[in-house]
Nanobody
Framework: QVEFVESGGGLVQAGGSLRLSCAVS????????MGWFRQAPGKEREFVAT????????YYADSVKGRFTIFRENAKNTVYLQMNSVKPEDTAVYYC?????????????????WGQGTQVTVSS
């Protein structure tokens, strides 16, 4: 049974920084590409960033490119999302996801397991 423990969400002022963490247990973490998605109230869940199994390849949504960084530590079974220069429009629940066969996965269908989500609120 795979388990996700997401942490790091909270309230931050516009222009500030936040780091989200997602620890995964119950599977061989290094076999899975990982992604971050977000869902704002009344909106569809949208792709934010993805990272390959080794961490050597990353891909970002245009809306966060240059501000957010996804990285992973396979020895700790953890993926991170470093969020810098945050904006009020970044306010959402952020979800991490694991996909065994995801390659630059930008759709929800590329991932087979999801975390419970962590709330990020950016004040103006």
């Amino acid at each position: 049974q795979v388990e996700f423990v997401e942490s790091g969400g909270g309230l931050v002022q516009a222009g500030g920084s936040l780091r989200l963490s997602c620890a995964v247990s119950g599977r061989t973490f290094s076999n899975y590409a990982m992604g971050w998605f977000r869902q704002a109230p009344g909106k569809e869940r949208e792709f934010v960033a993805t990272i390959s199994q080794s961490g050597g390849s990353t891909y970002y949504a245009d809306s966060v490119k240059g501000r957010f960084t996804i990285f992973r530590e396979n020895a700790k079974n953890t993926v991170y999302l470093q969020m810098n220069s945050v904006k009020p429009e970044d306010t959402a629940v952020y979800y991490c996801a694991a996909g065994r066969y995801a390659v630059r996965g930008t759709t929800r269908q590329a991932y087979d397991s999801w975390g419970q989500g962590t709330q990020v609120t950016v004040s103006s």
